[in-house]
């Protein structure tokens, strides 16, 4: 399947998504990682943080800008964070890992964040979902592991009135090109509010899945290229199973964000504006067609495990039918051989020079004979 038609529609569009390598087709069985859930306690309080054994220690940087300008700092501390919120109009804090119980409440407290969505912050196996807390919006979703090709890992956004807060489980995103756009000061970011550039985070999330999706369709067509041309490997099943379990997982993410869409694009949280409506409308459409797309693969994938078994029975049909055909043909040959091999003083032709050899011509004009009947009828 070709990409030149999303190429298309997307012409001019500036969110773009680091590409995943495509890995090589010796990879039969491609790992998958097994995540530990978070041990929260039975019964424990409401809003309890307890994050899982692998996650990874915080990091932090903040974007603030407005009409005076952007200014970036890694590594900020709290109190940084609040001067910036006093100076800018909009603050964008992205956070790398949750495994800092301590500074997440700390965030908490600043931003005014609800406890429960701060607990599913911690809880990476949410489904995704939009949640309106009255001063501030969370909505949680699945995206790309820029590090794990077969694995999505949780994004969650906290909006404001003029600020967006964001934790990444890994270091590794697609919002390169988000920053840059932050950066130029030409663009119309640092003219937007909060709402904006949430879509815009939203909207680079979505599309990050079209170049998976690309690799996954690369897979597919090598897979059938090789059981059309006979080139079948004892590997293939193995191959499919990989690449249906990676639709799988794509489609777990993305299945739940046409909700997530559709219910931004009903105005159901009040803190995104009409003017960002619009924006909210195109990355519904691209949900859409990803889950198109994703029911698409599926289907082939389905269709290409039968065509490879029906290969497979095929080439084994044939390969019978040769050895019954051989099998066939010496069944009278036995059966000369046998009666003149016992030797009795009245068999004809025994005591004569040429009885071996017309018994050699009999048997392969007996031969021949069937050999041209099996073709006659179609069987050979």
């Known amino acids: ?96 890992g949750i495994g800092d119980v301590a500074m997440l409440r700390a965030l908490g407290e600043e931003f005014g964040l609800h406890r429960l969505a701060l607990e599913d912050v911690v809880n990476v196996h949410q489904r995704a979902k939009v949640e309106d807390f009255g001063d501030h919006a969370f909505v949680v979703l699945r995206m790309v592991d820029a590090t794990h090709t077969t694995e999505t890992e949780q994004f969650s956004i906290f909006v404001g009135e003029n600020f967006v807060l964001t934790f990444q489980e890994r270091p590794g995103d697609c919002f390169a090109m988000v920053r840059n756009r932050l950066r130029d000061p030409a663009g119309q970011m640092q003219r937007r509010g909060a709402d904006y550039l949430a879509y815009a985070l939203l909207d680079a999330v979505v599309d990050a899945f079209f170049p998976e999706l690309e690799r996954l369709d690369a897979r597919l067509e090598a897979i059938e290229l090789s059981i059309l041309d006979r080139k079948v490997e004892n590997g293939t099943v193995e191959q499919l199973h990989g690449v249906r379990r990676c639709l799988l997982e794509l489609r777990r993410a993305v299945w739940p964000l046409r909700e997530v869409a559709g219910s931004l694009l009903r105005g159901d949280s009040r803190h995104f504006s009409h003017d960002v409506q619009p924006y909210l409308r195109d990355v519904h459409d691209h949900v859409v067609q990803l889950l198109d797309l994703l029911e698409n693969y599926r289907e082939m994938t389905s269709s290409l495990l039968d065509l490879h078994l029906s290969t ?69």
């Open 1 to 96: 399947m070709s990409f030149a038609w999303l190429a298309r529609q997307n012409a001019g569009r500036t969110v773009t998504a680091t590409p995943s390598p495509v890995p090589s087709p010796d990879d039969r069985r491609p790992k998958r990682l097994r995540k530990k859930r978070a041990a929260s306690p039975v019964g424990a309080s409401p809003g309890t943080l307890q994050p899982g054994p692998d996650a990874l220690p915080m990091a932090m940087s903040v974007v603030g800008y407005g009409r005076s300008g952007v200014v970036e700092k890694q590594a900020p501390t709290l109190a940084e964070i609040a001067a910036m919120r006093g100076s800018c109009a909009v603050v964008w804090v992205d956070v790398t």
């Open 312 to 380: 497979v029975n095929h080439r084994l049909n044939e390969v019978m039918k040769l050895l019954t055909v051989i099998s066939t043909i010496f069944i009278p040959l036995t059966f000369v051989a046998g009666i003149y091999g016992m030797n009795f003083d009245w068999m004809p032709e025994l005591r004569v020079w040429w009885g071996y050899p017309v018994c050699l011509g009999v048997m392969l004009v007996t031969g021949l004979c069937m050999l041209r009947w099996f073709k006659q009828r179609g069987w050979v």
